[in-house]
């Protein structure tokens, strides 16, 4: 019995280093070179921001949702008309959902590292292509 509360609070310890990793993230948004600024727009018609890495694979833009917060990724499925704004220069996009061999080419071409995964809780990863609209 004693073995299983010490799982279960190294579980829940788990689950609070996750929360307030991807919390941190999601407030603080790091931008660098290799970050992109993605605008969507909600059900309630309402544009969000979001910072996200650039992924480039055979010279096409792709966005991943790498983490279980994923709204903007809800939103460009939903809408898919959205703004990207690189190294200050905003433009229309169109947001295409990928799947099977194109996705799997652009997943192995971007690889996560167990470390971040560890940190994020192994979340699903999903890609959006980015088309110029």
Aim: proline fraction near 7%; charged fraction near 15%; aromatic fraction near 12%.
């Amino acid at each position: 019995m004693k073995a299983v509360k010490i799982l279960f609070f190294l579980a829940l310890a788990y689950v609070g280093v996750v929360v307030a990793f991807e919390s941190l993230l999601g407030y603080f948004q790091p931008a660098n070179a290799s970050t992109m600024v993605i605008a969507t727009t909600g059900s309630d018609g309402v544009p969000s921001e979001r910072v996200l890495a650039q992924a480039k694979h055979d010279d096409k833009l792709y966005a991943a949702a790498n983490h279980w917060p994923r709204a903007w990724y809800r939103e460009a499925l939903a809408n898919p008309a959205v703004q990207v704004t690189i190294d200050g220069v905003t433009g229309n996009y169109r947001a295409v959902p990928i799947d099977g061999a194109e996705h799997d080419a652009v997943n192995a071409s971007r690889p996560l590292g167990i470390g971040f995964r560890i940190l994020t809780g192994f979340p699903p990863r999903y890609f959006v292509r980015l088309d110029p609209a």
